[in-house]
């Protein structure tokens, strides 16, 4: 069974810093791409950035280019994404999601799995 | 960027109802790369069409996705009590990928 567990939400100031890490099983992580995909209070899905199967191909949106960082550790089977210079805006549930397929192109992939969600606020 | 529009904000149908949902997207979807999730309060989305037309696994056929290019449809044919929920399409077939707004599936 597929599942995909998230942690490291939690309140931040403007400004701040936080890690997200996504611990996954039950599939072979390393041969499928995983993303991050947000949800604000109240508001639709959001993609945040995806990693390629092997960590050498990352892609971003541009609302958070510059300010996350994707990465993914195949040893652990576990996805992170680093979060600084924290705004207002970034206060959402923060989803991993796993690739439907290996091979997702520039990036962009429908999504078969997703975790619970970790929440982040951002606020003073 | 494709931007998707899903016009019906909500829909208010029965149990037993037939429920068609739209998506439209701004620009032609390459090779049909649009997906459909359910989502319920407080939980993650589920994946329910990918390649317009394809279920995923598990799902009930009831569940049925078509269109191409620019009009995609979300079909349920009889609604059952635990499909009143939002529902959100995504595009992938170029980058970035971009969902819609949603649309939520109310009990009239």
């Known amino acids: 069974e597929v599942q995909l567990l998230e942690s490291g939400g939690g309140l931040v100031q403007p400004g701040g810093s936080l890690r997200l890490s996504c611990a996954a099983s039950g599939f072979t992580f390393s041969t499928y791409a995983l993303s991050w995909v947000r949800q604000a209070p109240g508001k639709g899905l959001e993609w945040v950035s995806t990693?390629?199967?092997?960590?050498?191909?990352?892609y971003y949106a541009d609302s958070v280019k510059g300010r996350l960082t994707i990465s993914r550790d195949n040893s652990k089977n576990t996805l992170f994404l680093q979060l600084n210079s924290l705004r207002v805006e970034d206060t959402a549930v923060y989803y991993c999601?796993?690739?439907?397929?290996?091979?997702?192109?520039?990036?962009?992939?429908?999504?078969?799995?997703w975790g619970q969600g970790t929440l982040v606020t951002v606020s003073s | 960027e494709i931007v998707l529009t899903q016009s019906q904000g909500t829909l208010s149908l029965s149990p037993g109802e037939r429920a068609t949902l739209s998506c439209r997207a701004s620009q032609s979807v390459s090779s049909s790369y649009l997906a459909w999730y359910q989502q319920n309060p407080g939980q993650a989305p589920r994946l329910l069409i990918y390649?317009?037309?394809n279920r995923a696994t598990g799902i009930p056929d009831r569940f049925s996705g078509s269109g191409s290019g620019t009009d995609f449809t979300l079909t349920i044919s009889r609604l059952e009590p635990e499909d009143f929920a939002v529902y959100y399409c995504?595009?992938?077939?170029?980058?970035?990928?971009?969902f819609g707004g949603g649309t939520k599936v109310e009990i009239k």
């Open positions: 999601a796993k690739g439907k397929s290996g091979y997702c192109s520039g990036g962009s992939c429908s999504f078969d799995y």
């Open positions: 390649g317009a037309s």
């Open positions: 990693v390629s199967d092997n960590g050498g191909s990352t």
């Open positions: 995504q595009q992938y077939g170029s980058s970035p990928l971009t």
